[in-house]
């Protein structure tokens, strides 16, 4: 995944995408099923990244590390 094809590893979202993801490889029984478990997650991370860009969206508990 390589922090969203682009981050350095240190953005505040890596470690959570890095545990999302391994989260998702142990529960799933092949590749496919991978997929289909992960892309709803990563669709709503998707709108986030537009409603944060777009929009100037804050996390509420992000204790101010969201930008």
Do not use: I
């Not at 999302?20 to 997650?41: H, I, S």
């Amino acid at each position: 995944m390589r922090v969203a094809d682009g981050g350095s590893g240190r953005e505040a979202e890596a470690a959570g995408l890095e545990a999302a993801a391994t989260g998702f490889r142990l529960l799933a029984k092949n590749d496919l099923e991978n997929q289909r478990l992960q892309f709803p997650l990563y669709d709503a991370l998707y709108a986030y990244c537009q409603w944060r860009l777009e929009e100037g969206g804050e996390l509420e508990h992000s204790g101010g590390r969201s930008r």
